[in-house]
Structure formats: C-alpha cells, structure tokens
C-alpha cells in the first residue's frame, strides 16, 4: 500500500472535507493481507417468506432479501458493505449477528459454525459479536439511564460483581468521550452524536471481536459524522475489533474500510481493496453508484464526473430479474446478461466482479471524470486512474 | 501517516465533555418531565385535587363510620312530615347543622353520612373493576403483540367477541345466580354487599379489557421494533427481561391513562347498574344506590337528588380530565 497520496489540507479546507474524508493513510485501517479472518460468510442466504392475506395464509413468495452473500472480515480490519436502500445490506448484519436466523449458508466466526445455532447455544459468542445501530433515538430504551443501558450487558452476562459494573461504565463512557459523570441521565439529554457514543460504548462493553456498525453516521449531522467516525477509528486500533461497516454513503466506507463490497438486490456485485474499488470499478453499478458522489474538489476546479444516470426502479426482490439483477437498468447489457448469471469472479488479486463484461474495460468509461483541462491533461498520466477521486488543487499527485 | 495529519483529520471533540458540577447531573427521567408538564397544567392538577379529596375522603369514611362520626344507616323519623309522605319537615331536605346535606325522606337517614359512605363502595367497585380490567387487557396486549401468529389472532377474536357481546343485558340476566354463585366463594350469604359487589367487579372487569388489549397491542407493535429491542436481545437478554424490564416501562404511560379514563366509566356505569337493580343494594350506600332512591323524590325533595348527582358528576368529570391531563403530560408530541 504505497497509497500515501493525501493531499495535505490547509486546515481552513479541513472542515469542508470531513464528509468525503481523504481516506487511506490511517495505520489501522490499512489492509493486512495476511490478517486471519475473524469472520468468514459462505453463500448467505435470507428469504422472507411473504404470506397472503385472509384467514387461511398462505406463502406466495419470498422476499429474497439476501441470496448468495460470501465475504471475510480480517480480525482486527474492516469491510464496507455499500448499496442502495433495501439491498440487504441491513439484513445480513443483523444474520451476522443473528438477529435473524439464515435460510441457508454459512457463518463462520473464528471456526465456529453460528448459522443455525440455537439462541442458547449463542449465548457465550453474544460478547463476541456486537452491534452499533443507525438510529440512536430508538437503538437506546427511553425509559432507562445511561448507566443501565451501558450496563445491562454486563449484568445479563454476569461478568462482573455489582459494584464493578459502575465503574467500568464510567470508563466504557470516557473511552466514547462522554463525561463519566452522566451516567446517571436518561438518552433524551443527550445530542444525536453523544447518543451513537452511548450506543458504542454499549457496544464495547462486552470486549467485542466484531462490530457490526448498521449506518452508524447516517443519522447525524455530517459534522458529527467525523467525530463519531473518528471515536470507530480509535477503538478499533485500540481494541483491534474487526468491523462490518454498513453504509450507503461512499465517501465515509472509503475512509474507513481497506475493502469494500458493493451489494445489489441481496447479491454482491463487486468487491475489491479500496483503491481498485474507487479508481477501477469494474462494475456497471458500483460505476454508477460512484459517479453518484459528490466531488467537491473537482467543483472547485471547474471539473465535472460524467453521471450515470440509473433508469428505472430497482426490481421487487420477491421476483428479481433472472440472469444479472442489474440487467434492468444496465446500459450494457445484452442477451446474456438475461439467461446466465454472472458468477463473482477473480479479475485482480483482491477483486471480484459479477459482470458478463467485467473485463471488457473498453465497454466502460475508463475514468468517469471529464473536462477541465488540468485534469484532461492529467488523464494521460498513467497514475492517474488511482488519484482522479482526490485532486485538490488542480495538482493530482502521483498514485 | 504522520502525526500532524492524523491531528489534522480528527476534530476536535473537547466540547463533548462538557464541565458540570458531579452534584448537578442528576438526569431528568421522562417521568419527572411529565410530571412537570403535568404541574403547569391548571386544570389537571385541579381536577386532580378533585381527585384526591374524593380518595381521601373513601379511604377515610369507613373510619368515621366506626367512630359515630357518619351514621349512614341511623334513622330520624322524628325529622319527617309522615302527613305528607315522609318528607323532611324543613326546606332543602330538612338541611341542618347536623345534618347538612338534610336527611333521606321515608327513613330520616343523614343523606351525607349516605353519601359520604357511598364514595367508598362506589370507588371501591370502580377502582377493583379498573384493576382487573387493566391487568387483564395488559397482559394480553403485550402477550398479543409479543407472540403475533396464531396467538394474536386467537387474542383479536376474544376481543371481537367479548366487545360484540350484550354485557348490560348479561349482567341483568345472570344478575341473580351469578351473585349466588358468587356468594359461594366468598364469606357472607348471596344477599350481602360483597357477594353483589364482587359479581358487578367481575363482570365490569371480564368485560371492560378489550379496548385495552387493543391499546397495548399497538404500543408493544411500534416499541418492539424499535432497536433498543434488538439491542437486548443481541445481549442474549431473557423474553422476561426484554418484556419486563425493556417494554413494560414505555408501557405505563399508556396503562396509566388508560386506568383514569376507566375509572369514571366504572363509577357511572355503578349508577346505572343500581338503576336496573344490579350491584350492591341498600342498605349499604353507593353513590348510584343513593341517587336510584333519590331519583323517587326527585320532585318532592329536589335536594336529596341534587347532591348525588352532583357528586357523580364531579368526579366523573374530574377522573376524565385527570386522564386527558396525564396523557398530554406523558406524551410530549401531543402539545397543543
């Protein structure tokens, strides 16, 4: 990872960038290569059953909501999980954390086989599996103080003697960057950002392997975005928790995840180290999804991306398209495309792409960035497909 | 990464630790809000008063009653014109200082002793009726929304059922040999206050939870897919905990408002009981026994109709505010 090209911010600029933070440099969220999986997903699969109306109810179809998921999250790394709103991206955190039980695959967590334990039989692996939720107004019981809900898991799980429990929540809370003194006040005095760090100081509690963060900024301001997003960042290089990052915002994923997999109608379409992802997608959608991002930077000096405007809905997930899923709005797409399913396959050492055209990179807008004649002229520059997404001065560094 | 740009890219998050005396962070809990919301409410807290003194008063009559204070059975016939019909010799039904309210016209009994004992039997039933009612329709409700599926529905039946079926005329009808039946549980012969007493609260009870099913029902729908459930159960808390100790606590806002609008149903609906004969009979006073015997004279000794009516009115009136009082205060969003 020889990507250290952060354009140095003036600090005055700092505060614009804080929502399309310049990701990459940051030691922890680097990807190791050689880290072991603290989580190996096999083949997920999560139908909804949906049941007719009327008194005598019957199954007419599935909600296939996740079909054919597989990834690995490196102990102590992070994956991004990004898509679209009811993706799926939501349902298999919460089969990874087994909120739902699976219809089929596997979930292997640090060699163990979860997926179709009991609840009782998850017990113990409860404190190794935690979960940071999207919306801190309702993921935190109004009725219950700060200090209950901090300590409910300890208690639950019996880890420490009653006296204990307060003084390790009040640590739980100074690590999240509350006053240890608030324990005893109830969620609704708190702002939305203090509320996710309640949330992830709950989260810790149990000294987690794994977090699975469920959009976990997308309910706050994009100024305390950073901040919470920051808090991510420290407690996982503190306490090496590997992550599962659910998002829908891009820039955020690629600040905080080395790798990146996009999901589209409860499959994963693309899935690639960040740099690849952001600089070489290989996918029609992820194309879109990034030409979709807002690019400051290339305002600034008068550029503008080629968007990608995505036609149509995207199809009910209870009779998804047959073939490729995203054939239906895919402007590449031909016969094919309707009678096979693409299969993931292994394009580069760390990307997979389920697209019939995937290598066919003639077919795709090899950079989705046009005009301005700084960066045209950069265009040429063969470093230039790495570093297009972060010019901040006009001066695109080397990749 | 170097060191400046790490300092760089972090914000600064000093101004989340805020610097607060220790002695000053005792949180607000959503109760104490509400109560607060409730105080600055002028006419909840008078109803509320209203309230409390007829509380106060039934929980103290039977203590007076004891000490010879209130004589609700003690006869005056020396008060009443028996030329014409026994009607209390003296205007505004033979009002005196000691007897203030007037006496009761055939008997000469102290119509405030009558009354003043009767808040004690009326809210008696009332608040027995609510409590069975309430633990009834709570319980379901939460069992109801928890377990959905076939439970829900068998659950959403019984309170199609129970709310489709003629409770008035079925009180009426089994009147006899459910207070019979009833006696044969209880101390005390079918012809005693309890056994009358227990068999309206039974049937009030058994009959007035469905609308409360239903209320719960909803409140636990919303409550339980919210994350905080999820959050629970993703410690491996019990179903006692996540229900007891996660949902019952935003449930009693709800529960409790629900108790004072039931209550002067209750109260209202002894009355009207005691008209059709059925519930607790003289000589033990209720409110509604009184006011069906008064309701005789209503012409001849107007006053000894006024007070019962009054008093019914009163609280009845008083317990609904209360109730709509408590539901604005307990839920933040319905501010006018």
């Not at chain 1, 149509?312 to 899923?325: A, L, M, T």
């Not at chain 2, 505004?92 to 102290?110: C, E, I, K, M, R």
Request: aromatic residues 8%; neutral net charge; charged residues 15%.
């Amino acid at each position: 990872m020889s990507h250290i090209d952060v354009a140095v911010p003036d600090p005055d600029q700092s505060a614009v960038l804080v929502q399309v933070p310049d990701g990459t440099g940051n030691a922890a969220s680097q990807l190791d290569p050689n880290a072991r999986p603290v989580l190996t997903v096999k083949d997920l699969q999560m139908y909804f059953p949906v049941h007719s109306g009327g008194i005598i109810r019957r199954t007419v179809g599935h909600v296939q909501a996740v079909d054919g998921v597989s990834f690995q999250v490196p102990a102590g790394g992070s994956v991004g999980l990004v898509g679209e709103s009811g993706c799926g991206k939501s349902t298999t955190g919460r089969l990874i954390t087994r909120l739902y039980k699976p219809t089929a695959g596997s979930i292997n967590f640090e060699g163990t086989e979860i997926a179709e334990m009991s609840q009782r039989q998850l017990m113990p692996l409860r404190r190794e599996i935690q979960m940071i939720f999207q919306d801190p107004a309702t993921s935190l019981n109004p009725r219950h103080t700060v200090g209950a809900i901090v300590g409910a898991p300890l208690l639950i799980h019996n880890v420490l003697p009653k006296d204990k429990v307060l003084p390790r929540v009040q640590e739980l809370l100074e690590i999240v960057g509350l006053n240890p003194e608030h324990y005893n006040r109830y969620p609704h005095e708190f702002s939305g950002g203090q509320r996710q760090r309640i949330g992830i100081a709950r989260a810790l509690t149990l000294q987690p392997k794994l977090l699975v963060a469920d959009e976990p900024v997308s309910a706050l301001d994009v100024s305390i975005q950073a901040q919470v997003i920051n808090l991510l960042q420290d407690v996982q290089k503190e306490f090496g928790i590997g992550f599962l990052f659910i998002a829908h915002d891009l820039a955020i994923v690629r600040h905080f995840c080395p790798e990146v997999a996009v999901m589209y109608l409860g499959k994963i379409v693309e899935i690639a180290d960040r740099e690849t992802l952001y600089t070489r997608a290989h996918h029609p959608y992820t194309q879109a999804l990034l030409s979709a991002v807002p690019d400051v930077k290339q305002a600034a000096i008068g550029g503008r991306r080629e968007r990608i405007r995505l036609t149509g809905d995207v199809p009910s997930p209870i009779n998804p398209p047959s073939g490729c899923r995203f054939r239906t709005r895919c402007w590449l797409a031909q016969d094919i495309c309707a009678q096979v399913e693409p299969p993931l396959m292994q394009i580069g050492p760390r990307h997979k792409v389920a697209c019939h055209f995937a290598g066919e990179l003639g077919k795709h807008p090899t950079t989705p960035v046009t005009t301005s004649p700084a960066v045209a002229a950069a265009a040429s520059d063969p470093g230039f497909a790495s570093t297009w997404f972060e010019v901040t001065t006009g001066q695109p560094t080397g990749g | 990464m170097s060191q400046s740009e790490s300092q760089m890219e972090r914000l600064d998050t000093a101004d989340m630790v805020d610097v607060v005396d220790p002695e000053a962070v005792l949180g607000k809990s959503p109760t104490q809000l509400a109560l607060g919301r409730f105080r600055r409410d002028k006419l909840s807290m008078v109803s509320f008063v209203v309230v409390a003194v007829y509380t106060i008063g039934a929980l103290l009559a039977p203590l007076l009653v004891k000490i010879g204070f209130l004589k609700p059975e003690l006869q005056h016939q020396n008060l009443l014109n028996v030329s014409l019909g026994s009607i209390p010799k003296t205007h505004f039904g033979g009002a005196s200082w000691s007897h203030p309210l007037g006496v009761v016209p055939g008997t000469g009994v102290d119509v405030m002793s009558r009354l003043w004992y009767g808040i004690t039997f009326s809210l008696t039933i009332a608040l027995a009726a609510s409590l069975v009612a309430i633990v009834i329709g709570t319980v379901l409700g939460i069992v109801s929304g928890f377990a959905g599926g076939i439970v829900d529905a068998v659950i959403g039946r019984l309170v199609d059922l129970t709310l489709s079926f003629p409770q008035t005329l079925m009180l009426l009808a089994l009147s006899s040999a459910g207070v019979v039946a009833c006696a044969k549980f209880l101390p005390g012969s079918a012809s005693d206050p309890l056994a009358n007493g227990f068999y309206e609260v039974l049937v009030l009870g058994l009959f007035g939870w469905p609308p409360i099913t239903r209320l719960i029902r909803g409140q636990v729908l919303t409550i339980r897919e919210r994350e905080f459930v999820e959050a629970a159960r993703l410690f491996g808390a019990s179903k006692g905990r996540i229900y007891f100790k996660e949902i019952l606590p935003n449930l009693w806002a709800p529960v409790l408002v629900s108790f004072t609008l039931t209550m002067p149903a209750y109260i209202s609906a002894e009355a009207a009981l005691s008209y059709l004969g059925v519930g607790i009979h003289p000589p033990t006073p209720t409110l509604g026994n009184v006011l069906t015997d008064s309701i005789n004279y209503s012409v001849a000794d107007f006053s000894y109709f006024f007070y019962p009516a009054l008093l019914i009115a009163i609280v009845v009136v008083s317990f609904n505010l209360l109730g709509d009082g408590l539901r604005d205060a307990l839920d933040p969003k319905a501010d006018r």
